[in-house]
């Protein structure tokens, strides 16, 4: 089911975390800090994206590090192929390239953390720690460059519009609040709703519309001009 996780039914066992890189020092470095932090394990590697596949099938990750550019099979569609998957890990995109149209595409394919290269290692385990939660991460450097341009690419607007006409008003408040950055309990708050309504309503939207997480619903608030 859409917006289901590996880690949400991974109870009190650690996070598995599966990294994905073309450079060999890059997982290394990452495996390092990451093996080393309580809750949190990491479970193996991969050098390409075609490699992520078998990778996930042996090692069935709640969160995956995953470049963008890679020799034979690119991230995009190894992070499209892992959110195919039941359950879906997490996919957090980790790059050099703030800027590189990769990255927008890679939020449509359904990745949930955006991060660079030189972020701080204590904010690499936040993030690893909040996707698995189900909270989005973003690179406050490329946010607000990757909404604007997903805001004014061509048609965007109106086939955002189209897509909330199927939603309730209700739903509709919650894409908003979800848009403006607000949290589960924050929405709540806001629209004097319960916070499992506030999840139900989520779950709802991603059925109709088709969406994976939340990300992808604050790029449709976006698109459509609600935050």
Do not use: C
Not at 24 to 33: I, N
Not at 117 to 139: C, E, F, M, N, W
Not at 144 to 168: H, P
Not at 197 to 222: E, G, M, P, W, Y
């Amino acid at each position: 089911m859409a917006g289901v996780t590996s880690a949400e039914a991974a109870g009190d066992r650690p996070l598995r975390v599966l990294i994905v890189d073309d450079d060999a020092l890059v997982r290394a470095g990452l495996s390092m800090m990451l093996d080393g932090v309580h809750g949190i394990s990491v479970v193996g590697e991969a050098a390409d994206g075609g490699e992520v596949p078998a990778a996930a099938d042996r090692h069935a990750p709640d969160v995956v590090l995953m470049d963008l550019r890679m020799p034979r099979v690119d991230g995009i569609a190894a992070t499209r192929a892992l959110r195919r998957r039941e359950p879906a890990p997490e996919v957090i995109v980790l790059t050099t390239f703030d800027t590189d149209e990769n990255i927008l595409q890679a939020l449509r394919a359904g990745a949930s953390g955006f991060l660079l290269k030189d972020t701080p290692p204590a904010q690499i385990v936040d993030a690893v720690r909040h996707v698995a939660a189900g909270d989005p991460i973003l690179s406050p450097r490329i946010t607000r460059r990757l909404m604007d341009r997903a805001a004014t690419q061509a048609g965007a607007y109106e086939r955002a519009r189209a897509a909330l006409a199927r939603l309730s008003p209700r739903e509709n408040d919650v894409v908003a609040a979800i848009g403006a950055g607000r949290s589960n309990a924050e929405i709540g708050a806001e629209l004097f709703m319960s916070v499992a309504t506030v999840k139900a309503h989520v779950s709802s939207i991603f059925t109709k519309l088709s969406l994976d997480n939340r990300t992808q619903i604050a790029l449709l608030a976006h698109d459509a001009g609600l935050a």
